[in-house]
């Protein structure tokens, strides 16, 4: 597939999805300071990796998540006030799996990717469409069934897609002290083709994804992608990075927003102008609106 | 009173899994070693041969990746019906079973069927080495998304295993790896079970219930005949650990005013201790003497020269009902 460069609609898309899920996940920490959300594991930082990666994959995969994929659920057509219900204590799931496509989240590390192949095979077994992606974090690809899960679908050749996030800590134990080689070698070793990217620029990320969507489609294999992502905040609501972070690095991260970023981007491209800004920036304020009432009283 | 059918349990469970596979295009079976070899007890014999290698799939040596993917063929409607080799080996699965397969249904709002079957070969008395002797049924019946259930004959394993694949929530069979092969055992009543979930009254007598389950259901059942006719003992086969019979127990106990629990696993924190409450909050009225639990103390299966000292004897049961009714 060539690295065709992506239309101005798919740019505006793509940067009113990240938008969308920053103001979300804004209104989330603001929810959960005041007491009610009971957690919240904000995806600051990684925007660009998980709206850029599920609209390549398309609308047909079936997506088994991890639990930060706030961006790729929103994407996918999870409503705002949905995604945050189990955050409020209120469901293990707040969505229907089956109508998005988008599974409910796994909060036992790396124990979806098995599932995730599982099901692609079994949708082989039955002649349906067997494409899944599996967002798994770097902290989880320390787990035993990231690893098992990684050889069964390199020895069954499950058409599955495993996109992880590498965003550099694993709560507070940082990606160097978690693993010596990268994620992507890693998965070579069980196999897997695999490529390492940069995760904050969106139209990489889609250029990547749809490359790699074609290789399990067409192949009838696996392959890892994994992307380098920044953690703005910390792990969770419940962690203060500050403690065992640097405050440089905290800084760097903050500063290299990739919403930001791209906002700057295409606003120099003249793709998007002060009024389309304005537009979704009011969109983002209804949304924000909407969860304050839903859930603040 | 009818003689044991002489077709041994793991030819009983092979025609039920056959049959299951040729009437339900949705059921598969996952395990290590039972296609080519048929199963290490050769439960599956034959099957791969039958019906393919795609239906019948060797997997790979990881009791996690047998459950987790299976959770995830079960996800797709397919009925994956898994075994473990061992019951000590099972632990690397429990992840699998406990967080995942025990919680997905109520995870997805009830939005999802999760048919999916464990069969575990459970118990000692096999002169096995470490980790191939466990009983670890009470410790599966903890977790409330996931039923358990150990058939002690071939009859009730054909019913539970029919209904287990229908049930769209993930099923632990615990499978008496000592009976598989075993052709001549204590008879036992003729009388069919209230339900495939329900507990069954295999011997009557009017003086002591002695609620069991598993292997050593014939020893019970062995001590019942050598007591007889002095005393008169009940016999429950619990069958389903998780949820209880526990209506069936009641009645019994309601009949005889006394109870004593058999089982091969330990004593603490263990299956006889929960009919045993459930019968003191619910019986406590009828009964004429303390309920008892006859099980081996807490402590590692031991070595198989050792197990004839672990394992409840038939000796020992008919000694504790004795001194239940004297």
């Known amino acids: ?297 | 009173m009818s003689s044991r059918r002489p077709t041994p349990l793991a030819e009983t469970i092979n025609a039920t899994l056959a049959d299951l596979l040729e009437r339900n295009p949705e059921v598969l079976l996952v395990g290590e070693d039972i296609g080519r070899l048929g199963g290490v007890f050769r439960v599956t014999r034959g099957l791969q041969e039958r019906f393919g290698r795609e239906r019948v799939r060797d997997s790979l040596l990881a009791e996690s990746t047998i459950v987790g993917h299976a959770v995830g063929l079960a996800m797709s409607g397919l009925v994956p019906v898994c075994e473990i080799q061992f019951d000590g080996f099972s632990y690397p699965a429990v992840n699998q079973l406990v967080t995942q397969a025990g919680r997905i249904v109520n995870r997805w709002n009830g939005d999802i069927r999760l048919s999916l079957v464990v069969r575990i070969p459970s118990g000692g008395g096999i002169r096995g080495v470490e980790h191939h002797s466990e009983s670890n049924e009470a410790l599966f019946a903890r977790v409330p998304g996931i039923s358990v259930v150990y058939p002690s004959t071939g009859e009730d394993a054909d019913q539970i295993l029919r209904h287990a694949v229908g049930m769209g929530s993930p099923v632990v069979i615990c499978e008496p790896i000592r009976l598989y092969w075993r052709r001549s055992l204590p008879g036992r009543l003729d009388e069919p079970a209230a339900s495939p979930t329900s507990a069954r009254i295999v011997r009557r007598g009017a003086d002591v219930t002695v609620a069991t389950f598993g292997a050593i259901t014939n020893d019970v059942l062995a001590a019942a005949e050598a007591l007889s006719p002095s005393v008169e003992i009940e016999v429950v086969d619990l069958r389903w650990l998780a949820p209880l019979d526990m209506t069936t127990v009641l009645e019994s106990v309601t009949r005889t005013g006394r109870l004593l629990v058999v089982h091969e696993a330990t004593k603490d924190v263990g299956i006889g201790a929960e009919v045993a409450a459930a019968v003191s909050e619910s019986g406590f009225d009828a009964l004429k003497c303390a309920i008892r639990r006859l099980a081996p103390e807490r402590r590692d299966y031991p070595p198989a020269d050792f197990e004839r000292d672990y394992q409840i004897s038939v000796d020992q049961i008919t000694e504790e009902v004795l001194g239940m009714v004297k």
């Not at chain 1, 192949?117 to 770097?138: E, I």
């Open chain 1, 1 to 297: 597939m060539q690295a065709t460069s992506l239309s101005d609609d798919l740019k505006r898309s793509i940067l009113r999805h990240m938008l969308i899920a920053r103001g979300v996940d804004e209104e989330a920490r603001q929810l959960q300071k005041q007491g009610a959300l009971d957690l919240w594991l904000s995806c600051q930082g990684q925007e660009a990796a998980q709206v850029g990666s599920v609209l390549a994959v398309g609308p047909e995969a079936t997506i088994f998540p991890s639990y930060r994929e706030h961006a790729a659920a929103l994407t996918r057509g999870v409503p705002a006030d949905e995604l945050i219900a189990q955050w409020a204590g209120r469901t293990f799931c707040g969505w229907d799996p089956w109508d998005r496509r988008f599974f409910p989240y796994t909060l036992v590390l790396a124990a979806q990717t098995l599932h995730g192949v599982g099901y692609s095979m079994g949708r082989r077994m039955q002649k349906l469409d067997d494409f899944v992606v599996v967002y798994v974090g770097d902290g989880a690809t320390s787990e035993g069934d990231m690893s098992e899960a990684m050889n069964l679908a390199a020895v069954e050749s499950a058409s599955v897609l495993f996109i992880c996030q590498n965003n550099g800590w694993a709560i507070s134990k940082p990606t160097g002290e978690q693993m010596l080689t990268t994620v992507a070698e890693r998965a070579r070793g069980f196999g897997i083709e695999s490529s390492l990217i940069p995760g904050d620029d969106p139209e990489l990320v889609h250029r990547e994804c749809v490359r790699a969507a074609d290789h399990v489609r067409n192949r009838r294999a696996p392959y890892l992608i994994e992307m380098q992502v920044g953690r703005i905040h910390g792990h969770s609501t419940s962690d203060a990075q500050e403690l065992y972070r640097g405050e440089e690095d905290i800084l760097r991260t903050a500063a290299a927003d990739p919403v930001a970023a791209y906002t700057g981007r295409l606003t120099e491209l003249n793709v998007v102008d002060a009024e389309w800004l304005r537009g979704v920036e009011s969109e983002v304020r209804d949304l924000r609106e909407q969860l304050m009432k839903r859930y603040a009283s």
